[in-house]
Structure formats: structure tokens, C-alpha cells
């Protein structure tokens, strides 16, 4: 399976600043996702990034808060954009495997973000 | 996507077999069940997954219902490094996109 690395690892931003979240995978992949998982809930999906097109926004998430970047078919990055205690959280990236008919999904360690 | 339902919490001793529930009553015909646990401060990771047989891998043993509406992951000798929040997702396959998180089971293996 394809091996994720996300930087940073952890951060802790002031209020009202933006921060740049980067996911690099060791293979070529077609699908990437960002997830959000705030503390002490389950992951939810924040948008999904194709090579090529612009990232496609789940529901309560917009570009302007979350704008996200696919340069190639290995990297990608997300920016929390003026941020505020509530975007304190794990950001991870994962992209889809190759297995066949199934949706597996390989995630990275996740960036965990503290907003003062 | 089918919506799943999964208890909470549950407890298991070291040694013994791990049975983790997962209800998915409106699963339909292509919709695979997934497996996946989070282990404490780490991204999830894959466990397992079926469509209608039984799976078994090196980790674990997926039981799927014959009807398909609930199925069981197995871990048959948690040990405490099994102690993670297991997630149990309904997706159809086949190229398509995103995996939607439940709530998922804490499970708390105990020496």
C-alpha cells in the first residue's frame, strides 16, 4: 500500500493566521482525500482532490476556509485559512488503493493542529 | 450510503477473542462492509473487508450475515496494542470515492 507523509506533524497557530498542511505519497494516486477529526469525535471528510480539477467540498466545508491544492498525481495540500479555535484539529490526508472493486483507503499520520 | 450502527464502547481481556458488531440493515447489493481502527494518536488503518463471504486475513475475520444486514469483525487473540476505535463503513466499490466515518466501537482490551 502507498506510504503518506503529511508536515506538520503538530502545530500551534494564533488566531486569524493560515496554515499549509502538506500530503506527499510515494506513488501515483488519482484520488486523494482531507479528512478533519476533531477531538474526541470521528473523522469527517472535508473534500476530495483530483489531479487536474478542483477539489470537490463536502458539505459545510468551502474553498475559502479550506482551499486545496493537487499539483501532480503525488502531492497535494490543504490550507486552514483564518483560523479560529474550532479548526483546532487532526487534519489527515489519504489516498485510495489499487485493490480491485473495493475502496481501501491508506491514511497518513494526520497534522494535528492546536489554534490559540 | 447505508448508515451503520456500532456500540460504543466494549471491554475484552487480553487472550481472548475479540467480537465486534456492526448493523447495516439497508446495505445494498454492491455495497461492501469495511473495516478499519484508529489506534490512539495514528491515522486509521484497514483492517478488512467483504461483500457477502466470510474474510479472513492476518489481522482478523469479517462474518457477514447470509441477509447482509449486520456482520461481526473478529480479532480471535486481541492483545493490548488491539485497544484502538473501530470503525465499520458500507461503501460500494468499485472505483468509487470517499469513505464516510461513523462513530465507530472504543475497544479496550484489559490484561
Known amino acids: 500500500s502507498a506510504v503518506i507523509s503529511q508536515k506538520p506533524s503538530r502545530d500551534i497557530c494564533q488566531r486569524g493566521t493560515s496554515l499549509t498542511i502538506q500530503c506527499q505519497v510515494d506513488?501515483?494516486?488519482?484520488?486523494m482525500f482531507w479528512y478533519r477529526q476533531q477531538p474526541g469525535q470521528s473523522l469527517t471528510l472535508i473534500a476530495t482532490?483530483?489531479?487536474?480539477?478542483?477539489?470537490?467540498?463536502e458539505s459545510g466545508f468551502v474553498i475559502d476556509k479550506f482551499p486545496i491544492s493537487r499539483p501532480n498525481l503525488t502531492f497535494s495540500t490543504l490550507t486552514v485559512s483564518n483560523m479560529s479555535p474550532e479548526d483546532s484539529s487532526i487534519y489527515l490526508c489519504s489516498v485510495q488503493g489499487s485493490s480491485p472493486g473495493a475502496n481501501v483507503l491508506t491514511f497518513g499520520a494526520g497534522s494535528r493542529l492546536t489554534v490559540l | 450510503d447505508a448508515k451503520t450502527t456500532q456500540p460504543p464502547s466494549m471491554d475484552c481481556a487480553e487472550g481472548r477473542a475479540a467480537n465486534l458488531p456492526c448493523n447495516h440493515s439497508t446495505i445494498s447489493g454492491n455495497e461492501y462492509v469495511y473495516w478499519y481502527r484508529q489506534i490512539h494518536s495514528q491515522g486509521p488503518q484497514y483492517i478488512i473487508h467483504g461483500l457477502k463471504n466470510n474474510e479472513t486475513n492476518e489481522m482478523a475475520s469479517l462474518i457477514i450475515t447470509e441477509d447482509r444486514k449486520s456482520s461481526t469483525l473478529i480479532l480471535p487473540h486481541a492483545t493490548l496494542r488491539d485497544t484502538a476505535v473501530y470503525y465499520c463503513i458500507v461503501r460500494a466499490g468499485w472505483n468509487t470515492d470517499k469513505l464516510i466515518f461513523g462513530t465507530g466501537t472504543r475497544l479496550q482490551v484489559f490484561p
Open positions: 506513488s501515483q494516486v488519482t484520488m
Open positions: 482532490a483530483n489531479q487536474g480539477s478542483e477539489a470537490t467540498y
